[in-house]
Nanobody, 126 residues
Framework: QLQLVESGGGSVQPGGSLRLSCVVS????????MAWFRQKPGKEREGVAGIDTSGGRTYYTSSVKGRFTISQDNAKNTVYLQMDSLKSEDTAMYSC???????????????????WGQGTQVTVSS
C-alpha cells in the first residue's frame, strides 16, 4: 500500500515562504504521478501543482504560477512544494497525492488520485 507523509506546513506572514515535503513509500515511486492539492475552509479541494516523476514535467494551476515550484528528489522518493510570495488566500490544508503514471490526464482532478497523505496546514496571516 502506497503511503504518503507530508511535512513542512506552518504559519507565515504574507510575502513569506514555506517548503512542503511529501515522502512516498510502499511502492515504485516512478510508477506514480505526484501532485499537491489544497482545500480552503468551506471550499472544494483544488489541484495546485503536479510532477511527472519519470520525466520531471510539471504542471501548475494558474493562481500559483511563478510563486510555487514543485520538485522531487527521486533518490529519496520525495516531492517538494516550494511556496514563495505567499498570500492570505493561500491559507489551506495542503495534501500530496499520487495516481498511476499510466493515466493520461490533462490537469489535476481529485477523483484521479487513489493515494493521499494526511495533509499539512498552511496559514498565511499578518
Amino acid at each position: 500500500q502506497l503511503q504518503l507523509v507530508e511535512s513542512g506546513g506552518g504559519s507565515v506572514q504574507p510575502g513569506g515562504s514555506l517548503r512542503l515535503s511529501c515522502v512516498v513509500s510502499g511502492g515504485v515511486y516512478s510508477s506514480y504521478y505526484m501532485a499537491w492539492f489544497r482545500q480552503k475552509p468551506g471550499k472544494e479541494r483544488e489541484g495546485v501543482a503536479g510532477i511527472d516523476t519519470s520525466g520531471g514535467r510539471t504542471y501548475y494551476t494558474s493562481s500559483v504560477k511563478g510563486r510555487f515550484t514543485i520538485s522531487q528528489d527521486n533518490a529519496k522518493n520525495t516531492v517538494y512544494l516550494q511556496m514563495d510570495s505567499l498570500k492570505s488566500e493561500d491559507t489551506a490544508m495542503y495534501s500530496c497525492a499520487a495516481r498511476s503514471a499510466a493515466m493520461v490526464v490533462a490537469g489535476l482532478f481529485e477523483q484521479d488520485y487513489a493515494y493521499w497523505g494526511q495533509g499539512t496546514q498552511v496559514t498565511v496571516s499578518s
